[in-house]
């Protein structure tokens, strides 16, 4: 039976409007839905949107059984939600119209619309919420209600002056509603038009702060006994679409919001910009608390985190069910992808020793010495013939042969580990083996993915006539199904990150340049693939990532913001400093490493950064090289000597 | 003779579509609005003429180096005195990328006698950006009395099939709501953007990764003004439509010089979607899928047209193909 496969959305979103919200365990959850404000934080894909969807209005109250809460849990899952969230997701073209808008008339000015325009949607947001709810909920029509006072109230609030005060269709909230939605669709109507500030002047009231939407929150606790204990929540979705002044309007909001109100917004990790207000002043570190979906920010933690498990396996499932309604109980991600791989196993599985006389020869050599006993590992192997010593002690390398439990010991310790990965790159990269793509298994998916869902989906699209197979035999008593073969999963590992590759774009940076974001991370790619070089695998491991300890001039930052939107890049920001790596999903495409992009960066003055990314080719190829030589240069000698470019 | 193709009625436009080799137009206007552009396909609006069938006109022309445009405005003034009444309106050397400006410019200069009941305007698409068609487009039917307008669109014959030459623009700057186009949409809501895929493929890809819209619809052109242009469109768009996973089966192919066909399948999108979803439509195909773009978005005010501004237009020259179409918008 031919199904369709469940896996062909990559959109995370996906699951939010039409399929299950899965709430995973998480301990902050009851902090969360509190009256704190909250910045959730996490790369394309990674769940922010669905946090935010589970506090709207719409699934906490109205549609209740898209929510499916983790075990621990169960308690939320019956109770009456105690918060009326509305959402807004900001919109990316609202970048350019809103910017243009501040370009002709002040930001001043663009701040006080912007703040206006905000207090209006919300306000609309949360009479179509109580509208929506009394139409949902007989008891929230009861003798208590004073619907009528409530309207006469929030017309005051939000159309002080008389004169200008609209009159109602009738005096519903619905028509309500509509009022304050034509204000805000006015507003912005005005500002795609470039209409002037003085004619906008002209039929608003300017807010200041977010003190008309408290003020509504409050009338509508107190004009209903049902909803008194009521808190609110302005949800903002992608406030990395705003511009800094933009996100200044937010951040005032925040900073300025009380009883019963609560903001909760989100960012794409690291291009939350500002945490200034209007007024100048920071954003203390209490009044917007941040909550990292990738795990402290450190992406080497990621396929540790169990709570990017819980997610991933979920999703999975929903999906998976989907178009097997029959399978009842959950695959296990780890048992069909496999948890972890052996890398010299999945190299040697994708190697034809044929393909080159040359590493026939070492191949060949290789497997007598494996026959002997002295080595379990090609790399192992690669590594002693090519005197790369490991080990501080100059004599661990004869320690092989005349001690084989301290050799095996030191062989399987961390370090080894860690430069196996990269001595493989090195081979491939001697023997002119062309792309072998050695990554595979469900924590390496987690790796390379950086917690991103989408990229995690595409894999499992690539995957789906193995993952539907499996599930077949899952489901058959007679049959037992066999984790993936780990070379298939290589090949669609490989092929979602050729893909990212080709989705980088290429147009011209600059007039007269062929810069693009694409040959920006070429160049960054030769460079990090020159530190898997057998002369840097002697002195220390490689090198994914530069570090730029100075604040970056903003038209070098907006580029690397828009090489992150396309997912090339991941960028650690902590105070000036900057660390950039590209991102691990273009691992396989580049034949890079895959361990973590941040450890050892390179320091890099904003000078040859500038060059390397925007210079042309020539002086590009010659930052290059004088990196290359300058670390490599100041590594000579003992492995952890004259490391002082190198974190 | 003028093949009558296609025909929309509603209650606040009708339009009809005519199809053509070789016919004249024996209608007058009361104005004529021309843009001055590059290739010579831009000219071939005087040959349906045969005299002065304009009252007035305005001409249109962007800041240029270029000495075929210097030629071909000559030319566009050559062709008013022999086809218009009264000296042509000329708003000349102007920025391209100044749309909300330029438009303002335009309108000003409309005569008001071009503005009386069934006053009847002229305009030739071919050759003009699509932001400035439609943009102008809703501003007319927003005017009382809102004139009947009559829309020439050549098809174009290209002069290479090398790649640079199918690329109408460069780079891009940013991402705009057409002027009057910015709709009223619900921001809780999520977004489905429809693309009228063109040849340029980055533009689309940009477009999602930027927007990362929640649903989306791609509409290719087919026929095109020339046989495989589909097959071109799909090649360029490769990454994109990979990057969306739209599944093949659901592509809409949809006429090059039919507006009407456009506007019906964006209709069908809008109905089945519009209390789900907020709409945005994305025009980067050929003129008569924007034009009609721009007419369904006068027919829904509370739908979204977007445009990319590209760092610069490329001029190429595109000969006059073998059909005239003409739109009558009433």
């Given at each position: ?62 549609n209740r059984s898209s929510l499916i809460y983790h ?256 399978l009842e109980s959950d695959i296990s991600l780890n ?195 020159k530190f898997i070089k057998l002369d840097s695998i ?110 | ?330």
């Amino acid at each position: 039976m031919k199904r369709t496969n469940p896996f062909i959305d990559h959109r995370r979103e996906q699951e939010n409007y039409f399929s299950p919200i899965y709430i995973s365990q998480n301990e902050d959850f009851a902090s969360w839905t509190s009256l704190k404000n909250y910045l959730f934080v996490g790369l394309r894909g990674s769940g922010k949107t669905s946090i935010l969807n589970v506090f709207n209005y719409e699934l906490a109250w109205l549609n209740r059984s898209s929510l499916i809460y983790h075990k621990d849990l169960e308690q939320y899952t019956n109770i009456e939600p105690q918060y009326i969230g509305v959402i807004y997701k900001a919109e990316r073209q609202e970048k350019s119209n809103w910017q243009e808008w501040e370009n002709a008339y002040g930001k001043s000015n663009a701040q006080k619309v912007y703040i206006t325009y905000l207090n209006y949607y919300f306000c609309a947001k949360f009479v179509e919420a109580l509208h929506c709810l009394k139409s949902r909920f007989k008891k929230l029509n009861n003798e208590a209600d004073n619907e009528i006072k409530l309207i006469d109230e929030i017309l005051i609030e939000t159309f002080p002056f008389k004169s200008t005060r609209p009159r109602l269709a009738d005096y519903s909230l619905s028509a309500l509603k509509y009022k304050l939605t034509e204000i805000h669709n006015q507003i912005r109507q005005s500002i795609t038009s470039l209409e002037s500030f003085e004619s906008i002047k002209k039929y608003i009231n300017f807010a200041e702060g977010s003190e008309m939407i408290i003020n509504i929150c409050k009338h509508i606790n107190s004009n209903n006994l049902e909803l008194s204990d009521k808190i609110f929540f302005a949800l903002i979705d992608d406030v990395n679409r705003l511009t800094d002044w933009q996100l200044e309007c937010v951040n005032s909001l925040i900073s300025n919001s009380q009883t019963p109100l609560s903001f909760k917004i989100s960012s794409v990790f690291g291009l939350y910009q500002t945490k200034n207000k209007i007024d100048g002043r920071a954003l203390g570190d209490r009044d917007l608390l941040t909550y990292s979906l990738n795990t402290d920010a450190d992406f080497t933690k990621i396929s540790k985190s169990l709570n990017l498990d819980d997610i991933l396996q979920a999703i999975f499932n929903i999906r998976l069910k989907k178009v097997f309604p029959d399978l009842e109980s959950d695959i296990s991600l780890n048992e069909i992808l496999g948890e972890n791989f052996d890398i010299d196993n999945l190299f040697e599985k994708m190697t034809s020793p044929s393909e080159n006389p040359d590493f026939k020869k070492f191949h060949t050599s290789y497997k007598g010495e494996r026959e002997k006993g002295y080595y379990k590992y090609i790399t192992d192997y690669w590594l002693d013939i090519n005197n790369v010593a490991i080990d501080k002690d100059p004599k661990a390398s004869k320690l092989k042969k005349s001690d084989p439990i301290l050799y095996t010991r030191k062989r399987e310790s961390e370090v080894y580990k860690k430069r196996r990965q990269t001595t493989i790159f090195s081979i491939i990269d001697e023997y002119n083996l062309g792309k072998k793509l050695p990554f595979s298994s469900f924590n390496y998916i987690k790796h390379i993915t950086c917690g991103s869902v989408s990229e995690f989906l595409r894999i499992c699209e690539k995957l789906w006539p193995e993952i539907e197979q499996y599930v077949e035999k899952s489901i058959d008593a007679r049959k037992t199904p066999t984790p993936i073969d780990v070379l298939k999963q290589a090949i669609a590992i490989r092929s979602v990150s050729d893909r990212v590759y080709d989705g980088i774009d290429d147009k011209g940076l600059r007039d007269n340049s062929n810069v693009s974001c694409k040959i920006i991370c070429d160049r960054l790619s030769i460079l990090f693939n020159k530190f898997i070089k057998l002369d840097s695998i002697r002195k220390t491991t490689e090198c994914l990532s530069l570090k730029i300890n100075e604040k970056l001039p903003s038209d070098l930052e907006n580029i690397i913001e828009d090489i992150i939107l396309f997912e090339a890049f991941i960028k650690l920001k902590e105070g000036d400093t900057f660390k950039i790596g590209l991102h691990p999903i273009l691992s396989p495409h580049f034949n890079l490493p895959y361990r973590s992009p941040f450890y050892y960066s390179y320091t890099i003055t904003v000078e040859l950064f500038r060059i390397l990314l925007l210079g042309d080719d020539s002086e590009a190829k010659r930052v290059i090289e004088r990196i290359y030589n300058e670390r490599v240069g100041s590594l000579s000698g003992d492995l952890f000597n004259g490391l002082s470019n190198v974190e | 003779m003028w093949n009558k193709i296609d025909e929309l009625k509603s209650s606040s436009m009708n339009i009809e579509v005519y199809k053509s080799e070789d016919s004249i137009i024996e209608e007058e206007y009361d104005l004529a609005i021309i843009f001055n552009s590059f290739d010579s396909r831009s000219l071939e609006y005087a040959k349906l003429f045969e005299k002065k069938v304009f009252k007035n006109a305005i001409i249109i022309s962007f800041q240029s180096d270029k000495k075929q445009k210097k030629d071909n405005l000559i030319q566009h003034q050559k062709n008013m005195g022999i086809l218009c009444e009264n000296d042509p309106i000329i708003i000349s050397d102007i920025d391209i990328f100044d749309y909300q400006n330029n438009l303002s410019k335009i309108l000003v200069q409309i005569p008001i006698e071009a503005l009386q009941i069934n006053s009847k305007w002229f305009m030739d698409i071919s050759g003009v950006p699509i932001i400035y068609t439609i943009s102008l487009l809703k501003q007319i039917k927003r005017v009382f009395p809102s004139p009947i307008l009559h829309c020439t669109n050549f098809s174009g014959e290209y002069v290479s099939d090398a790649p640079s030459h199918n690329q109408f623009s460069e780079g891009y700057s940013r991402d705009i709501y057409i002027p009057n186009y910015a709709g009223s949409p619900d921001f809780s809501k999520p977004w489905k953007y429809v693309f009228l895929l063109g040849w340029e493929g980055t533009r689309s890809l940009s477009v999602l990764k930027k927007c990362e819209p929640d649903s989306i619809e791609i509409i290719i052109t087919k026929p095109g003004y020339k046989i495989g242009y589909e097959v071109e469109v799909l090649e360029n768009n490769k990454s994109f439509l990979l990057d969306c996973g739209a599944q093949e089966s659901n592509y809409i192919y949809v006429d090059a010089g039919n507006p009407l066909q456009i506007i019906r399948e964006i209709e069908t999108i809008y109905l089945k979607s519009k209390d789900v979803f907020n709409l945005c439509i994305v025009p980067l195909g050929v003129k008569p899928h924007g034009l009609g773009a721009g007419l369904f978005g006068c027919l829904n005010n509370d739908v979204s047209i977007m445009y990319q501004i590209p760092k610069r237009y490329k001029l190429h020259e595109v000969k006059r193909g073998q059909y005239i179409w003409l739109y009558k918008i009433n």
